[in-house]
């Protein structure tokens, strides 16, 4: 805690007896982002700005419902070569086109509307298949086929009935 304003001196004298005291101790001698400029001084003069900063900071954007929209289907389909399986791109793109459809039937809230049309599901799967080619068939595994070794065994009463 600091320490309190004598009542004979001005704010003015005393703040800055405080910070010639702090730069004599050192204190501002290794603070972080030293040297370099500060941002946002030649831009245009924005009154939330801090509102922005902190959208920026924790990673959080704000879209109308149909801007937004677009840029999700944006996403999926550039997200389609990491998938890896045809049914996950077909279920992403099920799911991507209803909500598609459902934008596309409710009128607009807040924002523009949306002139998103539900994307080509086959298309993109053959863009898909095109890019990964099938995996070779597995061999098959040795306790699925009959061992030449070893007999099959017939049952007792078959048995019974060929002695």
């Known amino acids: 805690m600091t320490a309190r304003k004598p ?8 703040i800055d007896d405080q910070i010639r005291d702090a730069q004599e ?3 501002f001698d290794d603070l972080p982002g030293k040297g370099k400029p500060l941002q946002g001084l030649d831009g245009p003069q924005d009154e939330l700005w801090w509102v922005k900063q902190w959208l920026a ?3 959080v ?7 937004a929209l677009r ?3 944006q996403k999926t389909v550039e997200a389609l070569d990491g998938m890896r399986s045809e049914r996950a791109v077909r279920e992403a793109l099920d799911d991507l086109n209803g909500r598609i459809r459902q934008a596309n039937r409710m009128p607009p809230i807040d ?5 998103l049309s539900p994307l080509d ?9 095109a890019n990964h080619p099938p995996a070779p068939p597995a061999p098959p595994a040795a306790e699925d ?5 070893e007999p099959a065994r017939r049952t007792w009463w078959r048995r019974r009935r060929s002695a």
């Open 25 to 27: 101790r050192g204190e």
């Open 71 to 73: 840029l999700e289907a």
């Open 145 to 149: 086929a009959p061992s030449a070794v």
């Open 7 to 14: 009542g004979n001196r001005s704010f003015t004298d005393w």
């Open 121 to 129: 599901v086959d298309e993109l799967v053959d863009r898909w298949r």
């Open 111 to 115: 924002g523009p509307p949306t002139t």
């Open 57 to 59: 900071r924790e990673g």
């Open 61 to 67: 954007s704000y879209l109308p419902p149909a801007l």
